[in-house]
């Protein structure tokens, strides 16, 4: 099983910062703290300090500029810092499909809740195989985060050969990037270009592994930039998506590997392609350097990604909201809502205003909002133009986090982030229409033990945890939060009182 993800299927080949509004629509499917490796993953300036300057990014313009014969350049030089990845993923074992792992045959004597003997035996592990870069010599590599969700066991297969064993130092979900390591030493490595600079029309090269095949480079051009393909809010709490958008093949295995410039400088990783069936058909999807290289720069200093946020809900100025709204721009982003505790509204920021410029640069969508937002941490200071009735006015705004939660809640935000999942209470009324005295409805599946190891939907009402009944949402946390190993879940659909069962471990 290759790691990809299809739009009917887009795939991912194998995501808002702003806690920004806006949706696109498509069909798309994916495919101890180290030292910092700052000094290693690029030769100019971090993006997370400033912007980077243009020396690579034209570099590499003035490169296409004379459109060579050959790429041979920057093929020989990305292939050998491309590796292959499998992953041997935890196996999927949940009481709804009548596989009851060992733990919990005390619930039921061994046997089915529905009556049928359950399975002996190990269950077979499956796998998944993408592509990774190496960004670093002493063996740090950048790849996709669904490429290593979900693993048990990494294995990465150099361009030599040599296969290592790897461990996961962080990943973010929210841009699809995570960052693994190897134990060696002198590796060949890429260095991260300017993405920012990159132009459309642009020579560009897909370097991976698809279809486990190695070292395979295509060819293409950069077809589109700032692309938002609407596929990474399945795992993630706040996607980030300003994707760029090449016509290089690139098919399932390929997650995780680069998109390089004619210097071969990285200023890519592919994600993601446009299929109807599943394979590569036209066009294709990288997370660009400047989100990749502050993940994975924050990933080695920090341990976890220090976003900053502007607290806005914003939506794409087009001619029905400029003629709705009686706007005096008709390109930008407008301001539609904002947060608890809003930086960009404690700045002056208001409601209906229109953000046309980031740190001088120009804002026509939500994408290149999120990707402007997305290099940034809490306390760092941003330029933002906004066009309120016709007047441009400069406002600096200084990014927040995510507040922080209190000494008490932060065990049962732990637990709850590692389930991936909402909980409310029932009202008196719902109580009635199920026919159950208390319980606690899931009424949000995000990125966890939950979504990966069963399948769980959104409305399941819990009623009992480890055969402990559940009167609310609030004791429903309580009492997970202080589970170790298997837990059982039970409860119900609305509307069928047939009870399911769920085995997770904590």
Request: proline share 4%; aromatic share 6%.
């Amino acid at each position: 099983m290759t790691t990809t993800r299809n739009f009917r299927k887009i795939a991912a080949v194998a995501f808002a910062s702003a806690l920004l509004g806006g949706t696109s629509y498509a069909t798309y499917e994916h495919f101890g703290k180290p030292d910092t490796i700052s000094t290693w993953v690029n030769n100019a300036t971090p993006f997370v300090k400033a912007r980077l300057d243009a020396r690579s990014g034209a570099a590499a313009n003035g490169a296409t500029a004379m459109i060579p014969a050959d790429f041979s350049f920057a093929s020989k030089k990305a292939t050998a810092a491309v590796v292959h990845i499998k992953s041997t993923l935890k196996p999927e074992r949940t009481v709804s499909q009548m596989q009851i792992p060992e733990e919990f045959r005390d619930f039921f004597g061994g046997r089915s809740p529905f009556g049928q003997q359950a399975p002996e035996g190990k269950m077979e592990k499956p796998q998944a195989t993408g592509s990774g870069v190496i960004i670093n010599p002493d063996g740090y590599i950048v790849t996709n985060n669904h490429v290593i969700q979900g693993a048990e066991t990494l294995e990465v297969t150099l361009a030599d050969k040599h296969t290592y064993k790897a461990k996961v130092i962080g990943s973010d979900p929210n841009t699809d990037i995570a960052l693994i390591k190897i134990d060696a030493k002198n590796l060949p490595a890429l260095s991260f270009g300017n993405s920012e600079n990159v132009e459309v029309g642009q020579w560009v090269l897909a370097v991976g592994n698809p279809y486990n095949l190695t070292s395979t480079v295509t060819a293409g051009i950069v077809s589109a930039k700032g692309r938002s393909i609407n596929i990474l809010g399945e795992n993630a709490k706040a996607p980030i998506e300003s994707f760029i958008q090449t016509d290089a093949a690139v098919n399932p295995g390929n997650s995780g590997g680069a998109l390089v410039d004619l210097n071969g400088n990285l200023i890519g990783i592919n994600t993601a392609i446009a299929s109807q069936t599943g394979s590569f058909a036209g066009y294709s999807f990288a997370v660009p350097s400047s989100i990749a290289h502050k993940v994975v720069e924050d990933i080695s200093k920090f341990g976890s990604v220090q976003r900053g946020y502007l607290g806005v809900g914003i939506s794409e100025v087009d001619a029905a909201k400029v003629k709705s709204f009686d706007l005096k721009v008709d390109e930008g982003v407008r301001v539609e809502n904002f947060a608890d505790e809003s930086a960009a509204k404690e700045a002056g920021i208001k409601i209906g205003d229109v953000i046309t410029k980031i740190d001088g640069h120009d804002i026509t969508s939500v994408p290149q909002l999120q990707e402007a937002i997305a290099q940034h941490k809490p306390s760092d200071k941003v330029s933002v133009n906004v066009n309120r009735d016709g007047v441009e006015k400069v406002v600096s705004v200084t990014l927040k986090g995510i507040s922080e939660p209190s000494v008490a809640d932060r065990s049962s935000s732990a637990v709850m982030e590692q389930l991936g999942i909402e909980l409310k209470d029932l009202t008196n009324q719902q109580k009635k229409e199920y026919g159950i005295g208390s319980g606690a409805q899931v009424t949000a599946i995000n990125a966890g033990k939950i979504r990966q190891g069963t399948d769980m939907e959104e409305g399941f009402v819990i009623t009992k945890i480890d055969k402990t009944p559940v009167a609310n949402a609030r004791e429903a946390v309580k009492m997970l939060q202080g589970k170790k190993g298997g837990v059982m879940i039970e409860g119900l659909y609305p509307g069928n009182d047939e009870t399911q069962y769920f085995a997770i471990g904590l």
